[in-house]
């Protein structure tokens, strides 16, 4: 299975974050851009992007890559000044401008917030984020009785069933995983 955004949040239903900025590349107001894409350079595909609340909204051309982000150029903003003071601004599309999916990969905004199940239909806990630190994803569990969350492979071992239209994953984690097991 795998996942396609390396985050998500939810926002409006129609809305899904697909960057965030991190600042003035420069002193021309080009921007340092984290995209959640895969790859990353398709967030310039499914523009204007625009702010969680709609409030703002920008035009992107990409200008070229650094160290852990790409350079772009962000429509209405035409400073350092300008560009350091939209730092940490989170980036959304429309999700009807995000390509369909084929039927073993997801959003990761729509994977969170799922119940988790096991195999016996015992409820697990809730997948509260997805991390992928380069070997794979790996879905956040939080609920009663998991102190700080556990860490699940998304696999298809793991995660056998994955049903967004009913809101619920259907786990079999590996032995010893989980507490009490």
């Known amino acids: 299975m795998q996942t396609v ?20 590349f420069g002193v021309r107001g080009e921007v340092r851009l984290k995209s959640f894409c895969a790859p990353p350079e398709a967030i310039a ?10 409030a703002q909204s920008f035009s992107v051309r990409l200008t070229g890559q650094t160290k852990g982000a790409l350079t ?10 300008q560009a350091d003071g ?20 997801f959003y990761h905004t729509d994977l969170i917030g799922l119940t988790v199940l ?38 298809r071992t793991a995660v056998p069933t994955v049903d967004i239209a009913r809101g619920q994953v259907i786990a079999d984690p590996p032995e010893g995983l989980l507490p009490d097991e």
Not at 45 to 54: A, E, F, H, I, N
Not at 138 to 155: C, D, I, S
């Open 45 to 54: 595909d499914y523009g204007p992007l625009c702010t969680q609340d709609g």
């Open 72 to 81: 772009a150029r962000l429509g209405g903003v035409g400073n350092k000044e």
């Open 86 to 105: 939209l730092k940490g601004t989170k980036l959304y599309a429309p999700r009807d401008s995000l390509p369909n999916l084929p039927e073993d990969e």
């Open 118 to 155: 096991d195999t016996g239909g015992n409820t697990l806990g809730k997948i509260a984020a997805v991390h992928d630190h380069g070997a794979g994803d790996l879905l956040e569990l939080r609920g009663p009785g998991l102190k700080g969350g556990v860490l699940l492979p998304f696999t």
């Open 5 to 24: 955004f390396a985050w998500g949040f939810r926002a409006m239903a129609d809305l899904v974050c697909v960057g965030a900025l991190a600042g003035a």
